[in-house]
T-cell receptor, first 115, second 115 residues
Framework: GAGVSQSPRYKVAKRGQDVALRCDPISGHVSLFWYQQALGQGPEFLTY????????KSGLPSDRFFAERPEGSVSTLKIQRTQQEDSAVYLCASSLNYPGGQPQHFGDGTRLSIL | AQSVTQLGSHVSVSEGALVLLRCNYSSSVPPYLFWYVQYPNQGLQLLLK??????LVKGINGFEAEFKKSETSFHLTKPSAHMSDAAEYFC?????????????FGTGTRLKVLA
């Protein structure tokens, strides 16, 4: 498709389980971002990739969160030993290239619920 | 560090009335500014952006915003509201740190359009 694709759309996990969220950016887009959006809040930055390089991971809440983009296209956000406070919508966005004036194109997100 | 403040978490207007959503930013350098719209269970869609040049920016769906450096504002307006404009609106500014960049989002304004 032409847009950013995220899967799964919905994920329910028990506390303590590991989860993996996938993002397929727009073909050719160099930059890829992950955001966490809590209910009623704006997206909060998690991490940023330029091609396969993770240039900024300052927003990852803890070492339970890990993101990768090994071939510079598809990215996976992994959360280990999930906790209830991890429940949120996780948004992926991509942009054509650097620098900061580029608009970001967002996927529809993955809604994660931790029971 | 850059930040964004959106005044009014909820705004209600009558159909056909003026829409005004407020956004103020703080930045020590000329910013890139964006407005995004989010419909339920969807990702964010770009409405308009300001990078350089003309301070009055026109976007999609009849929205426009004016960059006012002296007031550090980037308010979003639309002359006549439609029912389909009911959604959540986010203002964002890009932050550049050590050669990388990320978006800083406001907390959002939910627009309700009354028939």
């Amino acid at each position: 498709g032409a847009g950013v694709s995220q899967s799964p759309r919905y994920k329910v996990a028990k506390r303590g389980q590991d989860v993996a969220l996938r993002c397929d950016p727009i073909s050719g887009h160099v930059s890829l971002f992950w955001y966490q959006q809590a209910l009623g809040q704006g997206p909060e930055f998690l991490t940023y990739f330029q091609n396969e390089a993770q240039l900024d991971k300052s927003g990852l809440p803890s070492d339970r969160f890990f993101a990768e983009r090994p071939e510079g296209s598809v990215s996976t956000l992994k959360i280990q030993r999930t906790q209830q406070e991890d429940s949120a919508v996780y948004l992926c966005a991509s942009s054509l290239n650097y620098p900061g004036g580029q608009p970001q194109h967002f996927g529809d997100g993955t809604r994660l619920s931790i029971l | 560090a850059q930040s964004v403040t959106q005044l009014g978490s909820h705004v209600s207007v009558s159909e056909g009335a003026l829409v005004l959503l407020r956004c103020n930013y703080s930045s020590s350098v000329p910013p890139y500014l964006f407005w995004y719209v989010q419909y339920p269970n969807q990702g964010l869609q770009l409405l308009l952006k300001y990078t350089t040049g003309a301070t009055l920016v026109k976007g999609i769906n009849g929205f426009e915003a004016e960059f006012k450096k002296s007031e550090t504002s980037f308010h979003l307006t639309k002359p006549s509201a439609h029912m389909s404009d009911a959604a959540e609106y986010f203002c964002a500014v890009t932050q550049t740190t050590s050669g990388t960049y990320k978006y800083i989002f406001g907390t959002g304004t939910r627009l309700k359009v009354l028939a």
